[in-house]
């Protein structure tokens, strides 16, 4: 099997210089370090190799100026406009030198690294395979500082297990933000002590009548923590005013009729809303926001804010207008799906973008007085979108969206008259009416979600279909070493 090049990787580098030496990794190659924060990636490298190559592979944290043969991970000699996510890296017969000047950035080599070594090395049981890495130079770093995924984990439940399958998947491709959305109709799965309700009763089913579940403190924070430590930040989603069935069906006084709405397990959306009139309302909001943003490390909470179809403009924004405030005052900065821009809120709030087409005159007005963008188009970026009418166990209400579909576009330009400086990032939305497994996930973000990772990672030059589909053909043999149910597109040259 010839070794992987270093313009195969994917997301594709921003430079590469191969030379003809490479490195090839032994019973006797160790795992260097200079800085105990590199101790916990140094781990993540050694738990990735030691399965399939069967070597000990010591890390040694060579305070002194130690044996450098080997793989050495370091957070000093990083040239610094690869910034905080990007790396160095060089590759010659003494070992593999990974350098970044944040760890984030050596995590992001031990990516490209992992992607570099043969396929084989996904195996989880010892294989005789010659371990070596293509030689040469890389100098990489993002395009974008936010690419991000989103998972409805309330239309179907995802348990803990399953979220973390999906994290592991988003840092193989360098995503580094989780949205998860948490609350619909369908079921509310986060606990919120002051509303037990919420998920004694709003979490016990899911679209379809089966189960549902939900997630307590401890496994929220678990699941954050795990995906912290792969450098992705959780972004908490309470959509609200509308999309709230399940705390409806939970606590009647939301209701503005004062009565419990039934249990949802269909797929409408649009037709629920909080009650916008009564103060009960808003202490119900502030408490919600308040717990999960105390749950919350990272810098951002979602507010949902789609699709109140029942409500005036008017009530709208007279909820809005009170629930953003909160976000900001519990140290949160808040995100909204654009329909947010509606309420005028403060430009910290970040918008995000999803109807399929590129005419969105309100979303180019609020960037040009100065939101940021976060770019979901639906008929680009919704990997719930089938991939044609007869491949797919998703929808298809903006389209069918191929691999060539999720790739064909530029998050940095989708939407008319926003130009690049506005725009945070892609992330793609995988909304769970229709997904129910592991493997459900896995076929509608496999090849797709990688894909969008590379455009939000790589430089826009680099980004052809041309050569991006030989570098999505050579990631197939990796997903069938790690029993992923890719949906093996006919555009791709799959080996
Ligand atoms: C932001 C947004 N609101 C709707 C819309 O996207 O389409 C999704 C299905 O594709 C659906 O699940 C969601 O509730």
């Not at 406009?81 to 992001?108: C, H, T, W």
């Not at 309330?154 to 803990?160: I, K, L, M, P, Y």
């Not at 009170?322 to 309420?343: D, N, S, T, Y």
């Not at 970040?350 to 100065?370: F, L, N």
């Amino acid at each position: 099997n010839e070794k992987t090049r270093l313009e195969d990787v994917v997301p594709v580098p921003a430079e590469t210089k191969s030379t003809d030496t490479g490195y090839t990794i032994t019973e006797n190659t160790v795992i260097n370090i200079r800085d105990e924060v590199a101790a916990g990636i140094a781990e993540l490298l050694a738990g990735l190799l030691r399965p399939a190559t069967g070597y000990e592979l010591p890390i040694i944290n060579g305070s002194t100026r130690g044996s450098s043969s080997g793989i050495s991970l370091r957070l000093d000699g990083a040239p610094s406009d690869v910034g905080e996510q990007g790396y160095r890296m060089q590759v010659n017969p003494s070992g593999v030198k990974i350098r970044a000047n944040k760890s984030a950035g050596l995590f992001a080599g031990v990516q490209t690294l992992r992607q570099l070594l043969p396929p084989a090395i996904e195996s989880e049981t010892e294989q005789s395979v010659e371990w070596t890495v293509s030689g040469g130079h890389i100098r990489d770093y993002p395009r974008f500082d936010y690419r991000g995924a989103h998972l409805d984990v309330a239309r179907h439940f995802f348990g803990v297990d399953a979220v973390k399958q999906y994290v592991d998947y988003l840092a193989q491709y360098k995503v580094n933000y989780l949205h998860l959305h948490l609350t619909d109709d369908q079921g509310w799965r986060i606990e919120i002590d002051r509303w037990p309700n919420l998920t004694d009763e709003g979490a016990d089913s899911e679209v379809g009548g089966t189960a549902g579940g939900y997630y307590t403190k401890e496994e929220y924070i678990e699941l954050v923590e795990y995906a912290q430590d792969r450098f992705i930040t959780v972004i908490p989603e309470i959509d609200m005013p509308g999309h709230t069935g399940a705390a409806l069906e939970s606590y009647a006084e939301l209701n503005c009729d004062g009565e419990k709405r039934p249990e949802d397990t269909g797929v409408n959306v649009g037709d629920t809303s909080l009650c916008v009139d009564k103060e009960v309302t808003y202490e119900f909001v502030n408490d919600v926001i308040k717990e999960v943003a105390e749950m919350t490390p990272g810098p951002y909470l979602h507010v949902g804010g789609d699709e109140a179809h029942i409500l005036s403009d008017e009530e709208y924004n007279t909820f809005m207008d009170r629930v953003i405030p909160m976000v900001l005052e519990h140290g949160k900065q808040p995100i909204g799906w654009h329909q947010v821009l509606g309420a005028n809120p403060p430009t910290k709030t970040i918008t995000q973008y999803w109807y399929p087409g590129r005419d969105a005159p309100e979303v180019a007005a609020a960037a040009k007085e100065g939101h940021e963008i976060i770019s979901s188009p639906a008929s680009r970026a919704y990997l719930d979108m089938n991939y044609n009418d007869q491949d797919g166990v998703g929808q298809d209400w903006a389209g069918n969206t191929s691999v060539k579909d999720s790739y064909s576009w530029d998050p940095g330009t989708f939407v008319d008259g926003v130009n690049e400086s506005s725009i945070k990032g892609p992330e793609t939305a995988l909304w769970t009416e229709f997904v129910e497994t592991v493997d459900d996930i896995e076929y509608m973000i496999f090849p797709r979600l990688p894909a969008i990772a590379e455009l939000g990672w790589s430089p826009k030059k680099k980004t052809t279909w041309i050569e991006f589909r030989q570098r999505l053909a050579a990631q197939g043999p990796r997903w069938d070493i790690q029993e992923i149910n890719y949906y093996q597109s006919s555009q791709v040259p799959w080996p």
